[in-house]
């Protein structure tokens, strides 16, 4: 991860351990959000989900359409909440299924 990954990242797994019972309250599994791409690294990408600033999400590359990259720092996707990771305090993200909506900058 490079060091500006880093100083995105900083301070967020606090914040996320602060704020797990909310994020997991208001954000269950199944639930469809809005993110930015915050950081991409070689087994996924770290997201900041709409509304929910506290929250830190992670789309893992085996979640994303077989060939295709990982969406860029900055960009805005929609996805669907997969799974709570307790141990780290992240929010599993996957791509939604959509025909008109997607990636967007």
């Known amino acids: 991860?490079?060091?500006d990954a880093w100083s995105l990242l900083d301070g967020r797994a606090e914040?996320?351990?602060s704020s797990w019972s909310a994020t997991?309250?208001?954000l269950p599994v199944?639930?469809?959000v809005?993110?930015?791409v915050l950081a991409t690294m070689p087994f996924g990408v770290f997201a900041e989900i709409d509304g929910q600033p506290n929250?830190?999400?992670l789309m893992e590359i085996t979640t994303l359409p077989p060939g295709s990259e990982p969406p860029p720092v900055g960009v805005h996707l929609d996805a669907v909440v997969i799974d709570h990771a307790a141990h780290?305090?992240?929010v599993?993200?996957?791509p939604a299924e959509s025909r008109t909506q997607g990636l967007s900058d």
Do not use: D, E, F, V
Request: hydrophobic letters at 40%; aromatic letters at 4%.
């Open 55 to 57: 929250a830190l999400a």
């Open 30 to 32: 199944g639930t469809r």
């Open 1 to 3: 991860m490079s060091p």
């Open 88 to 90: 780290n305090w992240q």
């Open 34 to 36: 809005r993110a930015r």
């Open 24 to 26: 997991t309250s208001l």
């Open 15 to 17: 914040r996320a351990k």
């Open 92 to 94: 599993r993200l996957r």
